[in-house]
């Protein structure tokens, strides 16, 4: 994990502005990490195009990562001060390893899939399954699982990271996976006939699946000029994004230099969520029913010892208080 750490780090996209930000008048330097998919980035390559990082001051370095857990880890370390995360990893932030900051959008990505012939859940009994451990593709296998009356234990669970998952399934080393969409787009071009198991919304009237903005925690209790100017940007390139779904494809594929049908595909699997949406799911307490109910989830997954109040790991009051 280290050494992956080291890698992304390595691989990033800057995007400075000369804006007066600080408090001193000088500018806000940002560490950002993302997943280079539609969740991950989309509000990243708006921000770049349309000038919000210098317009609230912020000198924004980027940087990919493959999946949520390794960017709390940079967040822990100081090498990020924020980060995205999709719903598998929101343990990490409950476990008082980080804060989330914002909410992004309620994804319907996530799938078990198994190759051709595998019918069923119940079939996996016995099967090589892959999964990315603590990440969304992690929890709905565990959830397709319990609902069948099973656990991880009944099959033999191969841990591995996104890039190796996708070969493994195509070149058929291991029987199924708890796995997302874009990447299983690229499976199924070399398996054409893969057969989807199980996927978010089979578990939505209980589970949800939202994905967010994190920010270390010493951030959060050191530098709130810092946190209120980032909060600014998500916040408009939200209402971007709300407003120009196309052009949002678009300069999405073009920040992660990828095909945009393939980020149409994703985005099809997103349901994007307002900032008026988010403010309101915050005040009315929505946000903290989803955040417990996936707190019982990581309970009883083994993740998280127990369930605390959520106020102790999503800030939504500064998300609000940053749009007035």
Request: glycine share 10%.
């Amino acid at each position: 994990m280290l050494a992956g750490l080291a890698l992304v780090l390595s691989v990033g996209a800057c995007s400075s502005g000369d804006a007066a930000g600080g408090s001193d008048g000088g500018t806000i330097e940002v560490n950002f990490g993302y997943i280079p998919d539609f969740n991950g980035t989309s509000l990243l390559a708006i921000a770049e195009d349309q000038g919000l990082w210098e317009k609230h001051g912020i000198d924004a370095m980027t940087s990919s990562f493959t999946n949520g857990p390794l960017q709390i880890q940079a967040l822990g370390t100081g090498d990020l001060d924020f980060g995205y995360i999709g719903p598998g990893a929101f343990w990490l932030p409950a476990s008082g390893q980080a804060k989330i900051v914002a909410l992004n959008t309620l994804g319907r990505a996530d799938r078990v899939v198994a190759q051709p012939g595998i019918e069923s859940v119940e079939d996996l009994e016995g099967k090589t399954v892959a999964v990315p451990e603590g990440t969304s593709g992690d929890m709905i296998l565990t959830l397709a699982l319990e609902e069948v009356g099973m656990t991880k234990d009944d099959v033999e669970l191969v841990p591995m990271e996104p890039p190796a998952i996708v070969a493994a399934l195509s070149s058929g080393q291991v029987d199924a996976a708890g796995f997302w969409y874009p990447s299983l787009a690229t499976v199924k071009e070399q398996v054409p006939d893969l057969v989807e198991l199980a996927d978010n919304t089979d578990f939505e009237e209980t589970v949800a699946f939202p994905t967010a903005f994190v920010a270390g925690n010493d951030v959060v209790a050191e530098d709130p000029e810092k946190v209120d100017a980032v909060l600014k940007v998500l916040r408009e390139a939200m209402t971007y994004r709300s407003e120009h779904m196309d052009e949002t494809i678009q300069l999405t594929a073009d920040f992660n230099k990828l095909d945009v049908a393939d980020v149409e595909a994703d985005a099809a699997n997103v349901q994007v969520l307002t900032v008026e949406e988010i403010d309101e799911l915050t005040q009315d307490g929505t946000v903290d029913t989803w955040l417990t109910g996936m707190q019982d989830y990581f309970v009883g997954a083994g993740q998280l010892e127990e369930p605390v109040e959520p106020s102790e790991f999503y800030t939504g009051d500064q998300f609000v208080k940053a749009g007035e």
